[in-house]
């Protein structure tokens, strides 16, 4: 038996009495060296024996090195009992990192990428708008200040272009004639074409 150093003190009655069992009620924690001895793991495109152990899906097999054998795991990504059928389970990294925060060191997503969970993995797209990588906390935004600008003068000219505009009126449209040099210049703007509906 392998227990921690500060965790069993030995007295010779442990080995040829019920005395262990007395004195850790609850049990004690332990290590198995487990392993499959009868048989080895199939080799790629072989067909797994009727006695194969690995029966999960999501599971995988891997010889032993401490003799003949194989032991089964789940696959990256699962976790649970792969020797059971439908033992292995999506670990949904996402809800993870949400209720357990020092997970996020293990599954990294940036505050500027979105955690998405998918079937033995997740990925972290970057938020609408903006490229790179979330997972490697490469977000940035798409538009360069350039292009920002380019936006906001032509919602300002939109602004412009409705000047005047009243509840029962409309604009039939705004053509490039409407846009002032400086949209900010309502001067420089000509009025649209306004239709009053009310009339007819």
Not at 124 to 133: E, F, L, Q, T, Y
Not at 180 to 185: A, N, Q, Y
Request: aromatic share 8%.
């Amino acid at each position: 038996m392998v227990v921690e150093k500060d965790w069993y003190n030995f007295t010779s009655p442990d080995l040829y009495s019920d005395n262990f069992s007395k004195k850790y009620p609850k049990g004690v924690p332990l290590v198995i060296d487990f392993a499959i001895r009868d048989g080895f793991c199939p080799a790629a495109g072989q067909a797994p024996p009727a006695n194969y152990a690995c029966v999960s899906s999501n599971s995988s097999c891997v010889n032993v090195t401490n003799g003949d054998g194989y032991i089964c795991n789940c696959s990256k990504g699962y976790d649970g009992n792969p020797y059971i059928p439908n033992g292995c389970h999506d670990i949904d990294e996402c809800a993870l990192r949400d209720s357990h925060p020092e997970l996020r060191v293990l599954y990294p997503c940036s505050r500027n990428g979105i955690c998405m969970n998918r079937p033995g993995g997740y990925d972290c797209p970057c938020k609408r708008g903006m490229s790179g990588d979330g997972k490697a906390g490469t977000c940035s935004e798409k538009f360069p200040l350039q292009a920002k600008i380019v936006v906001v003068k032509r919602l300002i000219y939109g602004q412009t272009c409705l000047y005047g505009l009243q509840r029962k009126n409309c604009v039939l449209g705004c053509t490039r004639q409407h846009i002032p040099e400086d949209p900010l210049d309502e001067a420089a703007a000509q009025v649209p074409v306004v239709v009053d509906r009310t009339a007819a």
